[in-house]
């Protein structure tokens, strides 16, 4: 097992740049209508993979690796060529095997076959056959290279909001860095912790998981989206951002003591009592330019946040709140749009990049109140996205690549289920 990030395989081999991310979305982007959404496909599989892994009684960081596993999978596959629901059930029995939470094939199956075969997947087909799973399973563990080892941002979001600073911490494997085991963390010296309220704290943690219903993951190493994720909760958390905006107060001057008369002796023993009672305020912003990180990064990271959620506007799916700090931005934005703010995420939003390219005027427009989940919305003249929809849209990117010469030859050979099986198919 890797002991550090910077010498471990997911730092050296699945850290990932865009143009990666938009040559493993080519085969799906010749064979879908919309390329938004292939977007909307990362937060449907994102969301079923979070489902069924609570089906299962994965803990959060199983389920996140589950998550991981399938999108590293799909760098090397397309939706268009796979069946990602076998794929799924497969990511989520390899995942509690790697993380020390096996669940028996046969468990996995029977509730995969019975969760999909609900609304609104609506999945007849899954199999009830354990050796198909398991056939997927070597696929997949193919695919990832045997690189089954994953590094999270929880554990770096709870060392750097840790209470009490004279307690040790078990910290993430790596946490330190390769060679400076005993110098300063990579994010900064390890001393003066962040004290966040729970509630902010909470916020915080449901904005890791939904930076895994994006490519943030492949894209950017895990402190970093920590870090993303405690500043955007600055921001959300409306007490903490209120403790930020107060105006320090100034401290008295050397010539007002010495004008002062000196206190009596009851009110000097009180005072000095209430000294050692008394804690100064955090420093937030002190302890974000104290962090050894690119904060320029840390506002890119921040802003692909803020595109996500702009775009999550069109897209209606049942999930648990707890699960997501969706409604703490949308609340937050509804607020700016009303108070007149200039910063208002209708701005923030503007800058949302499609898989191809193109600027979507459809992400443009944030600052609405969070409607409902029974009431059909808008946004700019859209209509929603649901997954009933996405499921179609799977189907139909299926159909178009089966229907496609191209991808045939002479039509005589089958469609391969992943690139596995196509390479074994053209080896003879």
């Known amino acids: 097992m890797a002991t550090d990030f910077w010498a471990s395989s997911h730092y050296k081999r699945w850290i990932v740049d865009r143009a990666t991310l938009r040559q493993a979305r080519a085969d799906d982007l010749q064979h879908i209508d919309d390329p938004d ?33 399938f999108r590293r999978f799909y760098l090397k596959s397309s939706y268009c060529e796979t069946d990602p629901f076998i794929v799924i059930a497969a990511c989520c029995y390899v995942a509690g095997k790697a993380e020390e939470s096996p669940v028996h094939i046969k468990n996995i199956v029977a509730e995969a076959r019975l969760f999909f075969s609900k609304q609104p997947y609506g999945i007849k087909s899954f199999s009830s056959d354990n050796s198909k799973l398991a056939e997927m399973e070597f696929y997949l563990v193919a695919d990832l ?5 994953v590094f999270h941002p929880y554990r770096t979001l709870m060392a750097l909001c840790k209470k009490d600073s004279s307690s ?29 309220p729970a509630e902010a704290l909470q916020l915080a943690w449901s904005i890791i998981n939904d930076t895994y219903r994006s490519d943030l993951c492949l894209l950017y190493p895990p402190h970093l989206l920590a ?40 009110s000097r023993q009180a005072s000095t009592s209430s000294v050692g009672s008394k804690k100064s305020p ?30 999550w506007e069109r897209y209606k799916e049942d999930i648990d709140s707890s699960d997501t700090a969706r409604s703490a931005f949308h609340g937050q934005a509804s607020a700016q749009t009303q108070a007149g ?4 995420a209708t701005t923030q939003g503007s800058s949302k990049r499609t898989l191809s390219g193109s600027r979507s005027a459809s992400h443009s427009r944030v600052g609405t109140p969070a409607e409902s989940a029974d009431e059909p919305r808008k946004v700019d003249g859209a209509g929603v996205v ?8 799977l189907v139909r990117m299926r159909e178009n690549r089966a229907s496609d010469p191209a991808q045939h030859g002479n039509g005589s050979r089958p469609v391969a289920v992943n690139k596995m099986l196509e390479r074994t198919q053209a080896a003879g």
């Open 168 to 196: 040790t911490v078990i910290a993430e494997a790596g946490e330190v860095g390769a060679g400076v085991d005993d110098g300063a963390r990579y994010w900064g010296t390890g001393e003066g912790q962040l004290e966040l």
């Open 145 to 149: 290279e045997c690189d089954l080892i």
């Open 341 to 344: 703010s200039p910063y208002s």
């Open 227 to 266: 870090i993303t994720a405690l500043y955007l909760t600055l921001v959300l958390h409306g007490p903490t951002r209120d403790l930020i905006l107060q105006k320090p107060q100034p401290a008295p001057s050397a010539e007002t003591h010495a004008n002062s008369p000196p206190p009596r002796r009851s």
């Open 37 to 69: 959404f292939l977007t909307y496909l990362s937060v449907f599989f994102a969301n079923a993979i979070t489902k069924l892994g609570k089906k299962l009684n994965f803990r959060q960081r199983v389920i996140a690796t589950a998550i991981v596993f």
């Open 386 to 393: 649901t997954p009933a929809m996405l499921v179609q849209v």
């Open 282 to 311: 955090q420093d937030y912003i002190g302890f974000f330019a104290g962090l050894n990180v690119s904060m320029p990064l840390i506002a890119t990271i921040a802003q692909e946040m803020i595109s996500l959620y702009s775009m």
